[in-house]
């Protein structure tokens, strides 16, 4: 396996834990705002600046006492076969690792899970599963994101949903019907700020007034606090 970057420390990416954050490339969403674009079509070294497996091992096994967890992120992580092999020799340097990840692929969560190969799961949620196409995905399966949500609330890990809040992807009604139908009683739900930075699909924010002010941002978290345990804005 090849790595397409790596963040060598992070205090924010793992709750209460110093990580370093490992991205892997290629994602199989097209989210107009998504600020890691490089990683989404990335497939060769002239597209990534990838790094070797034997690189990266060298590098986690030399921070041991200065990490205490790793993030696997990208790109989209559960698009990799070798991505249980790889939280598994993490694991057995003795590092929690944590996985970013759109839900899209629930029997890989489910193998992951299933095989204690992750400790902490992040999964975005992007709108209302059954407004993802054509936006996020054309022909996107709802039940894939159902299935990847119910899993993880009742996997024991510790987990949290996010949503980053960009309009007309967001709004009262999804945001509404997400916390009462699909996440509720969830450990911790981030509605997400949008950061104004390079993105897959400039074209959309010109087309769209997309942007959630502060107060807007306070009102959506208002909406979402009666049904989950916890609900913050980052």
Known sequence: MRFAGLHKNSF????????????????????????????VNAKTEADSCFLTQDSVYEFLKNRKGFLDSVVI?????????????LCESIKNMGYPVKLDTNGSRPARIKELISKNLVDYIAMDIK????????????????????????MIMASGLSYEFRTTCIKPLVDDEVIANLCQNVIQGADLYALQRF??????????FEKNSSIYADSDLIHLKSLAEPWVQKCIVR
């Not at 950061?195 to 959309?204: G, H, I, M, T």
Request: overall charge negative.
């Open 127 to 150: 709108t209302d599963p059954f407004r993802y196409s054509p936006l996020i995905k054309k022909g996107c399966n709802p039940d894939d994101i159902l299935s990847s949500i119910q």
């Open 195 to 204: 950061r104004d930075a390079e993105v897959l699909n400039p074209e959309f």
């Open 12 to 39: 924010i990416d793992y709750p209460g834990k110093v990580s370093c954050v490992l991205f892997l490339s290629g994602c199989n969403f097209n989210c107009p705002y998504c600020h890691n674009p490089v990683l």
């Open 73 to 85: 992120s990208g790109g989209e992580p559960t698009l990799h076969d070798e991505l249980p092999e």
